[in-house]
């Protein structure tokens, strides 16, 4: 067999759906693991669902996410566009002569033909067939038009009319379907462009695909895939149709149910190493339990036998759990740099001290933006919340006065948890109050809230002058 080649071909219709990333990691994993290479070919070809700056979009999420791709379109910083490979152009939208060119090859051979059928007779017949509770299927008037007619006209597929079209799907096994299920598909349309499944076969064909590895969504268009390969002589790539992915509830993965553009997860500060870990988990299970994979490993340990055809649910908290494993991982400078930009006006040696404290407790880098606001402002909190609820105002103010003159006399430069930790525990011990009596007040006064880290944490993020300006001004509003 030739040396291995899989493509990742997606129509540039909006973002990159969590499924069409999938289905581009399972190709890139499979080129890498066997020496391979990968393309990225846009199928573009449908002018009318076209969306600005799809392109680009997708460009960038794949580059940002870290999956690269041997042949096909590059995005420099700018956005501009640039090709490399031995097969371009790599847009479909800049091939339509080729396209052209074979579906006229097809009609030489008698594997296609002209069809001048007007839209008015198309629609008649389908309102007829539905009548007769027949599925849509064009009746081959124009079958035998094998002359380019003057005007508008459509190529269609040729379907032979008896026998069955029989191919492997690497996930579903042997599939068989009866030719007469098949519609004389329309290969090019009367505005000269092509439709998918020309183009796509052609492609596949001429860039020398040798997997096709993509959603099942594909799978009932493979059959007329078949017919094109057979029509023009050529060899059948593998296919290999990954299932589907699910909501919780096992309807199909959409956007009413959160997010799923992959843009969408980056955005919020979900780490790359993550997403890939968790969607390569999406149909393919490893033959143990192991479950933390890193890009290179996968690439070692990703098996297209062991895809599963059942649908696979994507649970956004199982996500959450590997987002947290690959947070612990980083140094509080490596977060700091990627939580820059959530909090833009915070600098470096403060980031990384909010990120020491937070980092445990964040889902996404997103969150601390939120979370850690008190750090910069504190909020305003009713002195009712300075009480803790088995104690007493009076302990309160009292343990406060103390926390102030205990702290006070901590140097700068010791200004630490485990010393702030010290002097608080003794505190309580030395004067006989509760934990709560020492350790709630001075949460509260630092954080203005019912719940965040813990005092020495937060004070020390905030450093000596700016803990005590809030516990003098806690004492002044009890
Ligand atoms: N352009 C199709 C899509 O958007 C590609 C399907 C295929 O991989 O053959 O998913």
């Not at 509760?434 to 944490?457: C, I, M, Q, T, Y």
Request: glycine share 6%.
């Amino acid at each position: 067999m030739s040396r291995v080649k899989t493509r990742f071909a997606p129509s540039p219709t909006g973002y990159l759906h969590i499924g069409g990333f999938r289905t581009a990691l399972y190709n890139y994993l499979f080129a890498k693991q066997n020496g391979g290479s990968f393309v990225l070919r846009i199928e573009d070809t449908d002018q009318t669902r076209e969306v600005k700056g799809a392109v680009e979009a997708l460009i960038s999420t794949l580059q940002k996410i870290g999956l690269n791709w041997d042949e096909g379109p590059f995005a420099d910083k700018t956005f501009k566009m640039t090709e490399k490979g031995q097969n371009g152009p790599y847009f479909q939208s800049k091939r339509a002569k080729i396209y052209r060119e074979y579906a006229q090859k097809l009609v030489s051979s008698n594997k296609a033909y002209f069809c001048t059928c007007s839209a008015e007779r198309l629609e008649q017949l389908r309102k007829e067939q539905e009548a007769k509770k027949l599925p849509p299927k064009y009746d081959g008037l124009c079958r035998e038009n094998t002359q380019k007619p003057i005007g508008k006209f459509v190529i269609r597929l040729k379907v032979p009319t008896s026998g069955e079209v029989v191919f492997n799907d690497s996930i579903r096994g042997e599939i068989k379907i009866s030719v007469n299920e098949i519609d004389d598909q329309v290969l090019i349309k009367s505005d000269g462009f092509p439709t998918y499944h020309l183009a796509n076969v052609v492609d596949d064909h001429l860039m020398g695909i040798t997997h096709v590895i993509r959603g099942e969504e594909w799978l009932p268009s493979t059959p007329k895939h078949i017919l094109l390969y057979q029509g023009f002589g050529w060899n059948l790539p593998v296919f290999a149709h990954l299932p589907l992915l699910l909501n919780k509830d096992r309807s199909k993965l959409s956007k009413r149910q959160g997010d799923v553009a992959t843009e969408d997860y980056l955005n919020k500060g979900y780490l790359p190493e993550a997403i890939i870990n968790y969607v390569a988990l999406l149909g393919w299970h490893p033959k143990d339990d192991r479950e933390l994979f890193g890009l290179k490993q996968l690439v070692k340990e990703f098996d297209l036998k062991r895809v599963q055809k059942a649908g696979a649910i994507f649970d956004v908290e199982k996500l959450n759990w590997f987002n947290c494993e690959y947070l612990k991982k980083k140094s509080n400078k490596e977060l700091a740099i990627l939580a820059k930009r959530f909090l833009p006006r915070a600098d470096e040696a403060t980031l990384q001290k909010i990120v020491k404290v937070e980092k445990e407790r964040i889902n996404y880098l997103e969150e601390i933006c939120e979370r850690s606001q008190y750090f910069f402002n504190l909020p305003n909190y009713k002195q009712e919340l300075l009480v803790f609820k088995k104690s007493d105002k009076e302990t309160t103010l009292k343990s406060l006065k103390l926390i102030l003159e205990n702290l006070n006399k901590l140097r700068e430069g010791k200004w630490k948890v485990k010393h702030l930790h010290k002097i608080l525990e003794q505190m309580v011990k030395g004067n006989n109050l509760a934990n709560g009596d020492v350790f709630w007040p001075a949460r509260v006064a630092v954080s203005g809230l019912a719940k965040s880290p813990s005092p020495e944490e937060i004070m020390e993020v905030l450093g000596k002058t700016e803990s005590l300006k809030r516990i003098q001004k806690a004492i002044s509003v009890i």
